[in-house]
Every structure is written in structure tokens, then in C-alpha cells.
């Protein structure tokens, strides 16, 4: 793989995920129904999936073409307006849905008008550069989605859980454009910081969900046990992406989009389920959530690894190392599941174990290849 140097994010980016505080803050809260059950949980999941298709299709659109000139700066803070009311219209209660359809149509018609000014956007953008294949794709795409979602945004077609297919279908758009997506245009780079950035903000959620749910006054050894434990989730997801992963290469991002889609909503399942345990009537539900999301994060974190130097790919003798620590630290939840503070210290053992079998495999590849280590003192001197 080539070298790539890297794009910057731009401010308007940055600005752009403060409309995804709110929309993963309102997601979270949501979901706290009396009663939460497979429907409730694949309309989370479909949610999920809706705003991380915005997310993507934004930040596929600046990583390619945004240069934070007039009509990007305005299309983006428009869009951050859809995004944000969007956000405001989501629940997950059904008698809701039987007594009044005017949140199903609130969020179509912000769904819609989401695609469509991202539409509006690769539209400016083709009247400057030109028409090309890709532009014309990304506009016939996006026109498409918001078609399908129009007969609900009217109100012509009631919202049912067998509509639910039609949100998910963006989800499997990196797979047909696969071939669009390996282009020299790409800046691999760039959609690596995008997908970290998001991805501190949705620990950002699990962190205030922690420290809200177990404050140190009232409950402070299941409130540290917690807070380590996403600390050291945290630091497992940096070794990861950002010391282990070769950023300057030219690569397709389909690996990358699916490995933070399953990192997303894994942690998103995280924050409901450290909530829910401390509620009697989720407990059970919460200690699901709980196990679940964190097999699902370690496991979408790993594969970011097809990314990783040269150096650090993963071979067979750490990966059973890894598939121990996960086994066993599942056994611990579910024996110690009665206990949120030994929960949280499981969590701790698991996430520390992890990050240490990390740092140590590569020290040892680089022993292994005779490769010296980062002398930690050198930027102190390049300082002096």
C-alpha cells in the first residue's frame, strides 16, 4: 500500500459532530421505555444505523470533495439543523406510535431532508468539477433513499417493524460501491481521524452516563470500578487505531466504515446497559446490553487491525490470546452479575488485559525485527 499524505479535518467537520452530541445523548435516553423489548431494540439499532448513514455519507462527501468553501460551509450548517430535529423526534415507545404518527413523520421528513442536502451538496459541487460517474452515483443514491422514505413522511404509509429493512439499506451501500470506494481520491487518512473523532464522542456519552448513574457521593466504588473500565476500553481503542494502524496508506475504507459501525452502537449499547443495571426492573436487560456491547466493541476494534503496519498485523498466537481474556471475562460477568461494582472491576481486568496483550505483541514484533523502540524522551528534547 502506498504512502498518503494526510487531509485535514476541517472546523466545519468538527462543528458538524456537535449536531451527533445531541442525536447520540437523545438516542441513549430514548430507549428508557417501561417496557423494552425486540422491538424496541431493532428500532435502536435501525437508529443507530440512520444517523450513522448520515454520519458517512457526510464525511464520504467532505473526505472526496468538501474544501470549506461557501456552499459546503452553508449546505453543513443546514444539515446540522435537520440533524438536530431529527434527533429531537426519536422514540422508541409503541403506544406512542398507536395514539399519534406525528413523530414517525417528524423523523422521515428530517431523514429526508438530511439526504437531500447532502444531495444538494455533491450537486454544487458537480456544477464546479463536473458531473463526474461518482457525483452523478452519490445524487441518484441519496434521491433514492428519500424517495423510498417519502410514503411515511406524508403519512400515505403507517410506520410498522416490517418497514424497517428500509432504513437499514445504506448500511449495505459500501458493498456495491466497493470499487468507487479504492479510487486514488480517497484520503484513507482523513476518514480514519473522521471515524476516531466520532467515536470519542459516543465514549463521551458512555463517560456521562457512568458518572450521572453512579456519582461518587452516592455510589463510589461501582462509579470508579465503571469509569476505569471505559477508560481502559478507551485506551485499548487508541492503541488500536492510532498506534497500531498505518494511517499514510491508500486503501479502501469499506473495512474501516463496518468495524465503526459495530464500535458505535456497541458502545451505544454499553451506555443503555451501565444504565440499566442500576435500574431493577432492566437489570437483566442492562447486564445483556452489557456483555454484548463489549464482545462486540473488542471485536469490531480487532478489525480495524487489517489496517495495522506490516509490523503489528495479528497473527495466530495473539488472537487466542485475545479469544482467552474475552471467554473469561465473560464468565466473570455472568457469575458476578448480581454485583455492578464487580462487574465494573471484571471490565477493568478484561479491558487492562487487552490493552497490555496490545502494547506487549508489538513490543515484541519489534524486538522480534530488531526495530527500536519510540524513545519517549526525544519530543522533550526537540522541545529544549
Known amino acids: 500500500m502506498s504512502k498518503i499524505i494526510a487531509k485535514r479535518v476541517s472546523n466545519y467537520e468538527l462543528f458538524f459532530d456537535l449536531a451527533f452530541v445531541l442525536a447520540i445523548s437523545q438516542l441513549t435516553a430514548a430507549i428508557h421505555v417501561d417496557h423494552v423489548g425486540w422491538e424496541q431494540v431493532l428500532s435502536f439499532i435501525a437508529t443507530n444505523t440512520v444517523m450513522l448513514s448520515i ?42 406510535f398507536q395514539q399519534d404518527s406525528s413523530p414517525v413523520i417528524a423523523f422521515n421528513t428530517f431523514l429526508i431532508l438530511s439526504y437531500l442536502t447532502i444531495a444538494l451538496q455533491y450537486y454544487f459541487k458537480g456544477r464546479k468539477l463536473g458531473f463526474s460517474k ?14 423510498l422514505l417519502l410514503p411515511i413522511a406524508t403519512g400515505i404509509l403507517p410506520f ?33 481521524e473522521r471515524n476516531q473523532l466520532l467515536t470519542i464522542i459516543t465514549f463521551g456519552e458512555s463517560v456521562i452516563a457512568a458518572i450521572r448513574t453512579y456519582p461518587l457521593a452516592q455510589r463510589p466504588f461501582e462509579g470508579v470500578a465503571l469509569f476505569l473500565g471505559i477508560g481502559f476500553l478507551f485506551a485499548f481503542y487508541i492503541v488500536q487505531t492510532f498506534i497500531n494502524i498505518n494511517h499514510h496508506q491508500k486503501a479502501s475504507p469499506v473495512v474501516l466504515y463496518y468495524a465503526h459501525i459495530v464500535i458505535i452502537i456497541s458502545l451505544m449499547f454499553f451506555t443503555v446497559g451501565i444504565e440499566f443495571l442500576a435500574n431493577e426492573h432492566h437489570h437483566d436487560l442492562g447486564l445483556a446490553f452489557f456483555i454484548f456491547s463489549i464482545l462486540a466493541f473488542f471485536a469490531g476494534t480487532l478489525s480495524t487491525s487489517y489496517y495495522n503496519h506490516e509490523l503489528y498485523r495479528l497473527d495466530k498466537t495473539v488472537l487466542i490470546q485475545y479469544a482467552a481474556i474475552l471467554l473469561l471475562g465473560t464468565l466473570s460477568f455472568y ?16 479491558s487492562f488485559l487487552m490493552q497490555r496483550t496490545s502494547m506487549r505483541y508489538r513490543r515484541l514484533m519489534r524486538e522480534r525485527h530488531r526495530i527500536p ?12
Open 335 to 350: 457469575l458476578l452479575s448480581q454485583s455492578i461494582m464487580l462487574l465494573g472491576l471484571a471490565l477493568v481486568a478484561m
Open 134 to 147: 461518482d457525483i452523478k452515483l452519490r445524487i441518484g443514491l441519496l434521491s433514492f433513499y428519500s424517495l
Open 160 to 192: 410498522s417493524l416490517y418497514l424497517l429493512p428500509l432504513y437499514f439499506l445504506p448500511l449495505f451501500q459500501p458493498l456495491f460501491l466497493r470499487n468507487y470506494l479504492i479510487c486514488n481520491s480517497f484520503n484513507f487518512p482523513h476518514a480514519l
Open 55 to 96: 454520519w458517512n455519507n457526510e464525511a464520504y462527501y467532505y473526505n472526496r470533495y468538501g474544501d470549506s468553501r461557501a456552499a459546503d460551509i452553508y449546505t453543513v450548517i443546514l444539515l446540522m439543523l435537520w440533524v438536530g430535529n431529527l434527533a429531537l423526534s426519536f422514540t422508541f415507545d409503541v403506544k406512542i
Open 373 to 384: 523502540h519510540p524513545d519517549p524522551t526525544q519530543n522533550l528534547r526537540d522541545f529544549s
